[in-house]
């Protein structure tokens, strides 16, 4: 397989030479609603103004044949950089407009914040034993109470808890 000798950085430059500038600044890209995920979706924040800027810049490499996101990225970046502060301010009111939409989008209801609770004091007294001392049969089926709580379990030389005491 052939080694690819050119860099990032020519790629982007000449990718940059080959986009149409005037798609980009002003972006043609433009509607606040495409940049914020759907609802069923949660993403984690809302794109800024660079990153805007940047799928504005790989949708125009795409028109063009480029597919490569690292070179698309160097090139977003250049063009960024060269950009003059009324081009961004473009985007900067678009990412804005961003931002309120997926607030609205994303904000959950507050629930009002309750006072502490107290513990309750009462006057019962300690609970009073069972009143069941035999066995109970359903359907044919014994139930000892206090079978579980008597039965003497048998020794197990090997148990944890015979090791450590013995």
């Not at 972006?27 to 995920?37: D, H, I, R, S, T």
């Not at 301010?89 to 107290?118: D, F, G, T």
């Not at 139930?143 to 020794?155: A, E």
């Amino acid at each position: 397989m052939a080694e690819n000798k050119f860099s990032v950085e020519f790629l982007a430059t000449s990718l940059v030479d080959k986009l149409d500038r005037r798609n980009i600044f002003p972006p043609l890209l433009n509607n606040p609603e495409l940049f914020v995920a759907p609802i069923g979706t949660r993403s984690k924040k809302p794109p800024n103004s660079f990153f805007i800027c940047r799928k504005n810049v790989y949708r125009e490499a795409n028109r063009s044949g480029t597919h490569n996101m690292r070179v698309i990225s160097k090139a977003a970046s250049i063009l960024w950089k060269a950009a003059s502060h009324e081009e961004k301010s473009i985007y900067q009111k678009i990412a804005s407009r961003v931002h309120e939409i997926y607030a609205l989008r994303n904000s959950r209801p507050r629930l009002p914040v309750l006072p502490p609770i107290k513990p309750l004091k009462h006057s019962l007294s300690p609970p009073y034993p069972s009143f069941v001392t035999r066995p109970t049969t359903f359907n044919n089926i014994r139930i000892d109470i206090d079978y579980n709580r008597n039965k003497q379990k048998p020794y197990n030389p090997h148990s944890v808890y015979n090791v450590l005491n013995h």
